[in-house]
């Protein structure tokens, strides 16, 4: 073999080394995000106006690669029913494998479901759950009926960010665990947030802007503690 031939294959290999540099080195956005979409709580009424809904849908807007950041009022909004709000999600809201899903209460439960057979960039959730808590209405919603599938639900989730809170009137912290445990979630744990039901919610957007600029990998499951 001639001295040029040998010499060619080098040259292409040192080309491609380069190209791959400067594609690893250049920012990346977590799995091509472009969507967020809020899922509330079950209980009804305009939901821009309720909890920390609209706000949010107002202060993400303009986090890293989001295009649209969609809120609406859902079906069947006292009960939240599985069969009518998953459907509801993939055809009217379109979670895709483009969207982070956010899920509050019942819209927590919503969106493991959800996953459990759908790719989803990244799932947020806040105030999670894992059974009905020995209430017919949230018995009768459908996602406590059998066990959680968690690890469909962590193969089709790019990440997870939760939330929960020790003083939670409605969920025992016990619950809140029992899902960062099963997901391997990242688990913001608080001790007087409640059931998050403000006006506002800074730190959602805070925690979910920095996975967005992370590298398109989730983060080990762990618990960071605020007050």
């Known amino acids: 073999m001639s001295r040029k031939s040998t010499l060619l294959p080098f040259y292409i290999v040192l080309l491609i080394a380069r190209r791959l540099l400067a594609f690893s080195s250049a920012p990346k956005m977590a799995l091509s ?3 967020l979409v809020i899922v509330p709580g079950n209980g009804g009424g305009e939901v821009t106006r ?22 609406e009022n859902m079906p069947d909004p006292y009960t939240a ?3 009518v709000w998953l459907p509801f999600m993939k055809d009217r809201l379109k979670c895709d494998a483009s969207t982070v899903v956010i899920g509050h209460s019942s819209g927590a439960e919503a969106a493991m479901r959800f996953a459990e057979s759908h790719r989803v960039a990244g799932l947020v959730l ?6 009905d808590l020995g209430d017919a209405n949230e018995r009768a919603s459908g996602y406590y009926n059998r066990p959680w599938r968690w690890t469909e639900i962590k193969a089709n989730a790019g990440f997870v960010l939760q939330f929960g809170s020790a003083d939670d009137p409605f969920i025992p912290w016990e619950e809140q665990q029992a899902v960062h445990e099963g997901i391997g979630s990242t688990l913001f744990a608080y001790k007087s947030e409640g059931h998050f ?4 919610f800074p730190r959602l957007r805070e925690a979910l802007r920095a996975q967005l600029l992370a590298d398109g990998t989730a983060s ?7 007050a």
């Open 50 to 71: 309720a909890n920390w809904y609209g706000w949010a849908q107002r202060a993400l807007a303009d986090l890293p690669g989001i295009e649209e950041v969609q809120l």
């Open 33 to 35: 995000t472009r969507r």
């Open 126 to 131: 806040v105030s999670a759950c894992v059974t």
């Open 81 to 83: 029913r599985e069969s």
């Open 220 to 226: 080990p499951a762990h618990v960071e503690t605020s």
């Open 197 to 200: 039901m403000t006006p506002t």
